[in-house]
T-cell receptor, first 114, second 107 residues
Framework: SAVISQKPSRDICQRGTSLTIQCQVDSQVTMMFWYRQQPGQSLTLIATANQGSEATYESGFVIDKFPISRPNLTFSTLTVSNMSPEDSSIYLC???????????FGAGTRLSVL | DAKTTQPPSMDCAEGRAANLPCNHSTISGNEYVYWYRQIHSQGPQYIIHGLKNNETNEMASLIITEDRKSSTLILPHATLRDTAVYYCISGYSTLTFGKGTMLLVSP
């Protein structure tokens, strides 16, 4: 398994500002993922972040709005840029470990945009 | 869109077995079946996965039909702490979460 720490755990932000969410894992991993969970909804994959390459974004998500960094094998950040109230969600990171593509999730960052 | 179909909710009495069904009729030959659960205000937790054979671990059992078009997650002795949304996912690398099944375990 993997132990994943996300910071901050929650934040309240003003519209038009940006927030950077950090994800730290206790062991080296190749693949990290960022998800969004809107209120009352299921998880939606934002992007896949592999160390040493640009993140791969899913349909409906763009780098200008959700820039991602992956500087090493244990750390990644997701920035939510120019926030609006519609960005109010839980943002979760996960890592893939083992030979069967099992993902382990952080506790999430609960974001409210006023 | 998610490639699995699950009932939106189920109830179970504490101490009884909880059997959660999942339909994944379009699963490909190399795709696994994964089960995760999400307890309120927490990140999803991996439970179990399988390809063809039935699997069991310390948390649950997974029964996959011979044609691999459906599966059942079994929690043998449900407790109140098993109340959560249970997600069944078929895939290989990326996970596509559907709406899941809200399991309510009652005293």
């Amino acid at each position: 398994s993997a132990v994943i720490s996300q910071k901050p755990s929650r934040d309240i932000c003003q519209r038009g500002t940006s927030l950077t969410i950090q994800c730290q894992v206790d062991s080296q991993v190749t693949m990290m993922f960022w998800y969004r969970q809107q209120p009352g909804q299921s998880l939606t994959l934002i992007a896949t972040a592999n160390q040493g390459s640009e993140a791969t974004y899913e349909s409906g998500f763009v780098i200008d709005k959700f820039p991602i960094s992956r500087p090493n094998l244990t750390f990644s950040t997701l920035t939510v840029s120019n926030m609006s109230p519609e960005d109010s969600s839980i943002y979760l990171c996960s890592v893939e470990k083992g030979s069967k593509n099992i993902q382990y999730f952080g506790a999430g960052t609960r974001l409210s945009v006023l | 869109d998610a490639k699995t179909t699950q009932p939106p909710s189920m109830d179970c009495a504490e101490g009884r077995a909880a059997n959660l069904p999942c339909n994944h009729s379009t699963i490909s030959g190399n795709e696994y079946v994964y089960w995760y659960r999400q307890i309120h205000s927490q990140g999803p937790q991996y439970i179990i996965h399988g390809l063809k054979n039935n699997e069991t671990n310390e948390m649950a059992s997974l029964i996959i039909t011979e044609d691999r078009k459906s599966s059942t997650l079994i929690l043998p002795h449900a407790t109140l702490r098993d109340t959560a949304v249970y997600y069944c996912i078929s895939g290989y690398s990326t996970l596509t979460f559907g709406k899941g099944t809200m399991l309510l375990v009652s005293p």
